[in-house]
């Protein structure tokens, strides 16, 4: 059974950083893509960056320069760097497999970047 479970969202000012961690089991972590995604108060959910099994970084438009993702494949763990962060960015932030997600989402982890 897949498990995801992200954590260090929280409130941040505009300019600032978070790091977000996300613990995954159930799935064969170190052969899959994992990405970052995020969703807005009504918006869909959208990638934000992604991440290949040997460490190839993949971000969307809006994040690219100010935000990192890594992966720790020793503890089934991807990370999100989040610099320089902007009212934009304040979404629940959520972790799974890419480009085909896998089972039911976590439960994110929220951010919100206040102005």
């Known amino acids: 059974q897949v498990q995801l479970v992200e954590s260090g969202g929280g409130l941040v000012q505009a300019g600032g950083s978070l790091r977000l961690s996300c613990a995954a089991s159930g799935i064969f972590f170190s052969r899959n893509v994992m990405g970052w995604y995020r969703q807005a108060p009504g918006k869909s959910r959208e990638l934000v960056a992604r991440?290949?099994?040997?460490?190839?970084?993949v971000y969307a438009d809006a994040v690219k320069g100010r935000f990192t993702i890594s992966r720790d494949n020793t503890k089934n763990t991807v990370y999100l760097q989040m610099n320089s962060l902007q009212p934009e960015d304040t979404a629940v932030y959520y972790c799974?497999?890419?480009?085909?997600?896998?089972?039911?989402w976590g439960q994110g982890t929220q951010v919100t970047v206040s102005s």
């Open positions: 799974n497999v890419y480009p085909l997600p896998r089972g039911s």
């Open positions: 991440i290949g099994s040997g460490g190839t970084p």
